[in-house]
Structure formats: structure tokens, C-alpha cells
């Protein structure tokens, strides 16, 4: 397997941290499955110092939308925010 996709989170509520710790934790599986390996690159937040139920590597996240938009590792953003705003902005 050659492929690998870099996915950016925007949001990291109970849905985004679903996907982030699936993407995190189940990555292998995940790669078996798709043929394609998927590797979390950056998390936007509102509150980086904030406790959650599943905590990712603090180097994960940022709460600069321009951090997730401009990483070029970054392939595809994923938008779990949820409410139009401020995602219809971004």
C-alpha cells in the first residue's frame, strides 16, 4: 500500500472526536480495509487547553482555521462543526 491521504479536522465536538479517534486508533484497520492509508494531520478547536474524552496529541491541534486550510500535508478537510457558522465561512 502506497497511498496516503493527509485529513484535516474542522471540529472536535463528539462527532470530530469520533472521527479523529477512529482515524487514530484504527488506522491499520482502516488502511487494510480502503487500501489506502489516512493520516490525521491537523484538528481546529476553540480551546486547545480544553480536557475531552479523547484526547489526540496536542501537536494535532490549532485554533487557526489557516493552520488546517494551508498544511499541505493536509488532502481532504473534513467539517464536523456543526451550525452554519462559523463553518459556512470557513
Not at 463528539?14 to 494531520?41: I, P
Request: with cysteine; aromatic share 2%.
Amino acid at each position: 500500500m502506497t497511498t496516503s491521504v493527509g485529513i484535516g479536522l474542522l471540529g472536535m465536538g463528539t462527532v470530530g472526536g469520533g472521527v479523529a479517534e477512529a482515524l487514530l486508533a484504527r488506522g491499520d484497520q482502516l488502511a487494510r480495509l480502503t487500501g489506502c492509508r489516512m493520516s490525521l494531520e491537523r484538528i481546529l478547536v476553540r480551546d486547545a487547553s480544553r480536557d475531552r474524552p479523547f484526547n489526540p496529541p496536542r501537536a494535532l491541534l490549532t485554533t487557526s482555521v489557516d493552520d488546517v486550510l494551508e498544511d499541505p500535508r493536509v488532502s481532504i478537510v473534513v467539517e464536523v462543526m456543526g451550525g452554519q457558522e462559523p463553518a459556512l465561512d470557513f
